[in-house]
């Protein structure tokens, strides 16, 4: 098994508009997983390749595919609290 750690810068430049989180790329095998805190969602090899050579969330990058996927299974956005 093999454990990338990625950490993931999303907004603009401005701090009050930027928030990081870790991830975590796996390999196990020949299945392919991508979590952030307790959520762990399966991914391609493709999906892997690419956020493990570009982690950054922009305009149609796998890394902000995935964030969203992380999102809509946890139904609540990563690095806001809207209580």
């Known amino acids: 098994m093999k454990v990338n750690i990625?950490?993931?810068?999303?907004?603009g430049n401005d701090s009050d508009d930027a928030f990081?989180?870790?991830?975590?790329?796996?390999?196990?095998g020949e299945r392919?997983?991508?979590r952030v805190s307790d959520t762990t969602i399966e991914i391609t090899k493709i999906q892997y390749d690419h956020v493990i050579a570009n982690p950054n969330p922009y305009y149609f990058s796998t890394a902000l595919r995935l964030h969203f996927l992380i999102v809509i299974k946890n139904k609540k956005v990563i690095g806001l609290n809207f209580t």
Do not use: C, F, P, R
């Open 6 to 11: 990625l950490k993931i810068h999303t907004g």
């Open 20 to 28: 990081e989180y870790l991830a975590e790329a796996t390999e196990a």
């Open 32 to 34: 392919y997983y991508y």
